[in-house]
């Protein structure tokens, strides 16, 4: 019939060849290699559903990354009043990371996950509805962000810690990294223009799109099986404070996670002093007025992919504690580059090659950690990272407001050249502590 005939495609001319194969069994075929080649059926069914929540998740936070700032400014103009929007963004990381940590080593992670994100959809239902209404005011605004924040990092710690548990240690590079690709391509470079472009069509709409993605989120978390993770039913609970102190001598006696946390700490300084006058530094030294900062981020995103493209590659033939040093290098380099140059062509190519090495060395910080920390740990020590991280960004960004108000806004980015070169030989040996087999 030639309806079947339309079905069907034609493999090889030899008469003892099995002659046609349907187009609807050759196109199956096709899609299931790509999603192996993407997703291999041994990381297990269950990554797949971690994966899609994570990217759908992802997809909102950036959504609201851009809404959030959107909807205080449309409240008032007060400058304190939009700097608190920033506030609320990393304040909580710092303020409740290590409590998540104990208590996605205390219970259920997945359960803690569900709750967390259906907090986040409760603050977020509530703050529709002040829209709705009229009612909403900048104080009920920034009360709702917050809380939709602190929500979020208990849902964000307890969710690190579901991959080691689901993922063998050798396939733990390739996980990491197709997590890392949906929070870059969704998060950083998707999310806030669809936000802002969603705020421009009505206020609710970010935030109703958010509330969609989280819930879509919790229906997949909730089809995921895992394994105890250490704690079983009856077995004594030591008090928060001593179980903080055991994520901390934990870390601090292990010598590849304890380079780990003191290289993110240390580097977070000399970055955050860099990155704290960006918006200024696109404007003045490289010319490019307002638009220049997002035309930035944005060349930055587009080496993430890059990055996630050539990462497989990369750790097949480079050991991760090379991979290590090679990646502070570059992030050296980076600040000297920005600091000499005035030319915005020349700027976007080492912003290019910052985020290739961005996503790279993130990567695999996240994977040598989760192959060494024991299951029952991994909140805890997670946290104590995530410590590291926004303790480094916060004093950094303190010293680079400083200099660049005293001397100009190369100067952070000096000041972050040397730090760097001064680190990197400080820790040049300790890198190599990290191995595949940590």
């Not at 050991?319 to 502070?328: C, N, P």
């Not at 790279?360 to 920390?373: D, E, F, H, L, P």
């Not at 200099?403 to 190599?432: C, H, I, K, N």
Request: charged share 10%; net charge positive.
């Amino acid at each position: 019939m030639a309806g079947d005939a339309l079905t069907q495609k034609r493999v090889d001319g030899n008469e003892n060849a099995l002659p046609w194969i349907p187009l609807e069994t050759y196109g199956f075929a096709l899609v299931t290699t790509v999603v192996e080649r993407i997703l291999p059926a041994r990381l297990g069914a269950g990554f797949r559903w971690l994966l899609a929540s994570s990217w759908l998740t992802n997809l909102g936070d950036g959504v609201a990354a851009a809404a959030g700032p959107l909807l205080i400014a449309s409240l008032t103009r007060d400058p304190l009043m939009i700097s608190l929007s920033a506030l609320v963004g990393w304040a909580p990381p710092l303020l409740f990371s290590l409590y998540a940590g104990v208590l996605s080593d205390r219970h259920d992670r997945r359960g803690i996950v569900l709750v967390a994100n259906a907090v986040r959809a409760v603050v977020l239902a509530a703050l529709l509805a002040l829209m709705v209404t009229g009612t909403l005011t900048v104080v009920t605004a920034l009360v709702a962000l917050t809380l939709r924040s602190v929500a979020e990092v208990f849902a964000d710690s307890a969710t690190a810690t579901l991959t080691p548990m689901m993922v063998g240690k050798d396939d733990l590079v390739i996980a990491n990294a197709r997590l890392g690709t949906g929070f870059i391509t969704l998060n950083q470079l998707a999310g806030p223009p669809i936000g802002a472009a969603l705020f421009g069509l009505g206020l609710t709409w970010p935030f109703a799109g958010q509330l969609l993605l989280v819930v879509a989120g919790m229906v997949l978390v909730s089809r995921i099986t895992l394994p105890p993770h250490g704690r079983q039913a009856g077995d004594p609970r030591p008090g928060t404070v001593r179980e903080l102190v055991a994520g901390f001598s934990w870390t601090v006696q292990h010598a590849a996670v304890r380079t780990l946390a003191l290289t993110i700490l240390i580097f977070n300084f000399t970055f955050g002093a860099a990155w704290s006058v960006l918006v200024l530094y696109t404007q003045e030294q490289l010319g490019l007025g307002a638009m220049g900062f997002g035309l930035m981020t944005t060349i930055g995103g587009i080496g993430g992919l890059i990055g996630t493209g050539l990462y497989g590659a990369i750790t097949r033939r480079v050991s991760l504690g090379a991979l290590m040093r090679i990646g502070l290098i570059i992030e050296t380099f980076t600040h000297l580059g920005l600091a000499l140059t005035h030319s915005p062509w020349v700027a976007g190519g080492i912003f290019l090659a910052f985020g290739a090495h961005a996503f790279i060395w993130g990567t695999t910080s996240v994977t040598v950690r989760q192959r060494a920390v024991p299951h029952e740990l991994q909140g805890r020590v997670g946290s104590v990272n995530t410590v590291c991280v926004y303790a480094g960004l916060v004093v950094g960004s303190l010293i680079g407001g400083v200099l660049a108000t005293r001397f100009g806004v190369a100067a952070p980015f000096w000041f972050a050249f040397a730090g760097s070169a001064v680190f990197v030989v400080l820790l040049w040996r300790q890198l190599m502590l990290i191995a595949h087999d940590d």
